[in-house]
């Protein structure tokens, strides 16, 4: 009984220890994947010609690329530091899914979109002509926005 009442308590005892400690895993930089370059390219195909087919009044057809561009987008945006190229096709289409939301009379939920560009290009590390003309671009089309709900 009395080796019982010892197992018990040395089983309690190694009980209370403390947690193994976890096995630090490397975080893989997703920018440097194989996927990752070619995803770029797919995303920024998908908005231009997803804008093509906006222009040309197939709102159907450009709807369907930007829900297949959403999901790379938010692969592209998963990374740790997204690179500018990167930023660019998610910026061009957040831009036609707000264009979109907008004709469509949803000012409220174009104006989501308008501002995520206006934020991403407003904090954007280095400023070029180029970051600062999208800034203006969302800047603009929130105006557009407030112009319209305001009718």
Known sequence: MKRI????????????????????????????????????????????????LFRKGDQDGAAALIEKGTAIEGKLLSARQPPLDAMEAASDLDQLYGDMLKTNHNCGWATQFYQKNLSRWKHWPEQTPETKRRFKLAQDAIAECDRIMLR
């Open 5 to 52: 009442w010892v197992l018990c308590c040395a089983l309690a005892l190694a009980a209370c220890g403390p947690a193994p400690q976890p096995v630090k895993q490397v975080e893989r930089d997703a920018t440097e994947e194989d996927w990752y370059k070619p995803a770029i390219a797919e995303l920024s195909d998908l908005a231009r010609r997803g804008d093509v």
